[in-house]
């Protein structure tokens, strides 16, 4: 089966820290894709980034970046200089092909940016 | 525009009453799935679909029902709900695969059965 394990369930900082949010994940394959996405209070799911298993490649984009390490299994998401907009919740995912196309979340990481 | 939809957006319902919480996307999808959320525990896969007649159980299918008869459509049926599966749901699709392609989601239905 596969899991994915977020450990942190809410985190507060104040505006301007970096703030790096966990990702653990289980998988018996070799091919699998990873996801973030992020639910403001409004409610709706906003995708922000994928990454299949053959790319450990770290990714940056603007204040967001993502560090993809096979070895630890992780897959972890840092927020730079956060912003009271960046206040959500976020949720690492993970599917692959073996699993035919189920799709997987973590429980979810409550972030608070307070100003 | 591009988007997901679902109605109603707000339910509430008693116990054993059937309904159906209705999906459409306008992207020519092939993949569509659903999924609820409830606090602690993320979303978790009901169904999902990759084409039309092609239905497959996500992680908790057990009271729920679905249907794909055309590419649009991907309703989610409760035949006889009860108060455990007062939720958030979610219906979301993506051109394919959602390992490939990115999947959209809906706005979300909150259905409460009491």
């Known amino acids: 089966a596969q899991k994915v394990t977020q450990a942190q369930t809410e985190i507060s900082v104040v505006e301007k820290e970096d703030v790096t949010l966990d990702c653990v994940y289980e998988?018996?394959?070799?091919?699998?894709?990873l996801f973030w996405y992020k639910q403001p209070p409004s409610g709706e799911l906003v995708f922000l980034i994928r990454r299949n298993s053959f790319d450990e490649q770290n990714e940056i984009s603007g204040r967001y970046s993502w560090n993809f390490q096979k070895s630890t299994s992780s897959f972890n998401f840092t927020i730079t200089a956060s912003q009271v907009v960046d206040s959500a919740v976020y949720f690492c995912?993970?599917?692959?092909?073996?699993?035919?196309?189920?799709?997987?979340f973590g429980p979810g990481t409550r972030l608070s940016v307070l100003p | 525009e591009a988007q997901v939809t679902q109605n109603p957006r707000y339910l509430i319902t008693v116990t054993g009453k059937k309904l159906t919480v209705t999906c459409s996307q306008n992207m020519n999808h092939e993949y569509m799935s659903w999924y609820r959320q409830d606090p602690g525990l993320g979303l978790r896969q009901i169904y999902y679909?990759?084409?039309?007649?092609?239905?497959d159980k996500g992680d908790v299918p057990e009271g729920y029902k679905v249907s794909r008869k055309e590419k649009r459509n991907f309703p989610l049926i409760l035949e006889s709900p009860s108060p455990n599966q007062t939720s958030l749901y979610f219906c979301a699709s993506s051109q394919q695969g959602p390992g490939y392609y990115e999947q959209y989601f809906g706005p979300g239905t909150r259905l409460t059965v009491t």
């Open positions: 995912a993970l599917t692959s092909d073996n699993y035919g196309q189920n799709f997987v």
């Open positions: 679909s990759m084409n039309v007649e092609v239905t």
């Open positions: 998988t018996r394959d070799t091919t699998y894709y």
